[in-house]
T-cell receptor, first 114, second 112 residues
Framework: AQSVTQLDSQVPVFEEAPVELRCNYS??????LFWYVQYPNQGLQLLLK??????LVESINGFEAEFNKSQTSFHLRKPSVHISDTAEYFC????????????FGKGTKLTVNP | EAGVAQSPRYKIIEKRQSVAFWCNPI?????LYWYQQILGQGPKLLIQ????????DSQLPKDRFSAERLKGVDSTLKIQPAKLEDSAVYLC??????????FGPGTRLTVL
C-alpha cells in the first residue's frame, strides 16, 4: 500500500518570500506523483505532476517540484509567493499500472501574509 | 467546458437521518470517483466507477453508504443512517483518460 506524509500542517510566510512544502511517500512499486491545490470553498485543482522523464516539473504559476527517488520525496517550492497563493496544498501518489486510486497526504495550509 | 457539478453544496442533518449527494461529471468522462475529506485530512477514495460499473469500492462503508451511476453519467452517493463521524466534505471527480482527475466543489455535510 502507498502512503503520503506531508510534514507541515501549516506554513505561514510573508509575501515575496520563498516557500517549500514537503512531501514524502512510501510505496513498494513505482508511482506517479501529484500536487493539488484547494482554494477556500473550492474543489481540488491539479497544480503539477510527475509521470516520467525530467525529475523537475513546473506549474504555470511559478511552482516547481522535484522528484527524488532515493529520498522518496516530491517537495513543492516557489521562489517568491503572492497573497493569492494562500490555499491548502495536497500531495498525492498513484501506482504505475494497477489501481488508479490516488492516495493523498493530509495537506499543508499555506498562508501568505502581507 | 463545464466542470464537475455537485449538489447540494451544504447539508446539515441529524444523526440517524438519511442524505444523498449528486454529481454530474464533465461530459464524456467515463471514470467517476467519490472521495470523503474529513477536516484536517486529505481526501480518501470511497468508490470509483468506470461507466456504470464499480471498479473499486474497497473503502466504502457498505453498511451505511451506497452509490450508483445507473446510466454511466450522473452519480448519487447516499448515507443511511448517518453518524456523527460522517461529517466531512464529499468530493466528486471525473477523468477522461490520462492521469488528471477533475474535482467538483464538494458537498459539506454536517451531522448533528
Amino acid at each position: 500500500a502507498q502512503s503520503v506524509t506531508q510534514l507541515d500542517s501549516q506554513v505561514p510566510v510573508f509575501e515575496e518570500a520563498p516557500v517549500e512544502l514537503r512531501c514524502n511517500y512510501s510505496s513498494s512499486v513505482s508511482v506517479y506523483l501529484f500536487w493539488y491545490v484547494q482554494y477556500p470553498n473550492q474543489g481540488l485543482q491539479l497544480l503539477l505532476k510527475y509521470l516520467s522523464g525530467s525529475t523537475l516539473v513546473e506549474s504555470i504559476n511559478g511552482f516547481e517540484a522535484e522528484f527524488n527517488k532515493s529520498q522518496t520525496s516530491f517537495h513543492l517550492r516557489k521562489p517568491s509567493v503572492h497573497i493569492s497563493d494562500t490555499a491548502e496544498y495536497f500531495c498525492a501518489v498513484r501506482t504505475q499500472g494497477g489501481s488508479e486510486k490516488l492516495v493523498f497526504g493530509k495537506g499543508t495550509k499555506l498562508t501568505v501574509n502581507p | 467546458e463545464a466542470g464537475v457539478a455537485q449538489s447540494p453544496r451544504y447539508k446539515i442533518i441529524e444523526k440517524r437521518q438519511s442524505v444523498a449527494f449528486w454529481c454530474n461529471p464533465i461530459s464524456g468522462h467515463a471514470t467517476l470517483y467519490w472521495y470523503q475529506q474529513i477536516l484536517g485530512q486529505g481526501p480518501k477514495l470511497l468508490i470509483q466507477f468506470q461507466n456504470n460499473g464499480v471498479v473499486d469500492d474497497s473503502q466504502l462503508p457498505k453498511d451505511r453508504f451506497s452509490a450508483e451511476r445507473l446510466k454511466g453519467v450522473d452519480s448519487t452517493l447516499k448515507i443511511q443512517p448517518a453518524k456523527l463521524e460522517d461529517s466531512a466534505v464529499y468530493l466528486c471527480a471525473s477523468r477522461l483518460g490520462g492521469n488528471e482527475q477533475f474535482f467538483g466543489p464538494g458537498t459539506r455535510l454536517t451531522v448533528l
